[in-house]
């Protein structure tokens, strides 16, 4: 079955520093959705990548999707204490139609 | 804000208690969801329903009972529920549930529910 891997785990950075985080899948993605979540409330919607090599940037989030369409990346440069949390990769598959999966997430703190 | 809230936004309950998880969705969308998050574990996909009707039941134990009155409504019944229970239960929304590559999912803040 499909599933999503994310990398790392979780990652303390200090302020100001740069960071990636990682989703990996074992099968082509249709879409690959990035999320971010505080602990214990919603899921807030940051980016959507389709196509392979597409690259979209908000504020200072830089979410790449590679050329296979099997691996994205989400790039926060000159972290801040706002961008702590939880950070989800889904995806749509083919033949899972209308139905993300979901890594398990990425915990992110920004030390002052 | 998302467009989509739930309540209440905690909960908490005993085993023999019924209760109610309620969602609305304020985006004009048709397919609506509802999702667990466990600790340490991805988020499961629970139930789905498109223009009101289940179309998708992950096989969730029958103490939990969706309901769909309407395409912005969306209930999770909950009866002799147990302490493994316990966990996040978010409702999404989207705009069809047959869209593919594309079909952004909007989630709501959750509702926390404990079970004693």
């Known amino acids: 079955s499909q599933e999503l891997e994310q990398s790392p785990q979780s990652l303390i950075v200090q302020e ?22 505080k602990y214990g409330e ?3 919607f940051l980016m959507m990548l389709q196509k392979g ?10 979410a790449k999707l590679d050329e296979k369409k099997q691996q994205s990346s989400l790039h926060i440069t000159a972290s801040q204490p706002s961008h702590a949390g939880i950070y989800l990769c889904g995806a749509d598959i083919p033949g899972n139609t209308g139905k993300l999966i979901f890594g398990q997430g990425t915990t992110l703190q920004v030390k002052p | 804000e ?4 739930q309540t209440p936004r905690h909960l908490v309950m005993g085993m023999t208690n019924k209760k109610s998880l309620k969602c609305e969705q304020h985006l004009g969308h048709n397919a609506m969801y509802w999702y667990k998050q466990s600790a340490k574990k991805p988020l ?10 289940r179309v998708e039941n992950n096989s ?57």
């Open chain 2, 60 to 116: 969730v134990p029958s103490r939990f009972s969706p309901e769909c009155p309407n395409s912005s409504h969306l209930f999770l019944h909950l009866h002799t529920l147990q302490p493994e229970d316990s966990a996040l239960y978010l409702c999404a929304s989207s705009q069809d549930y047959r869209d593919t590559g594309g079909n952004t999912i909007y989630f709501g803040e959750g509702s926390w529910l404990t079970v004693v």
């Open chain 2, 2 to 5: 998302t467009g989509v809230t």
């Open chain 1, 53 to 62: 090599g597409e690259e979209k940037s908000h504020e200072k989030i830089t």
């Open chain 1, 16 to 37: 100001g520093k740069n960071l990636t985080i990682n989703c990996t899948s074992s099968k082509t993605l249709y879409g690959l959705y990035w999320y971010k979540q």
């Open chain 2, 44 to 53: 499961e996909l629970m139930f789905v329903y498109s223009l009101e009707e």
């Open chain 1, 42 to 44: 919603g899921l807030i």
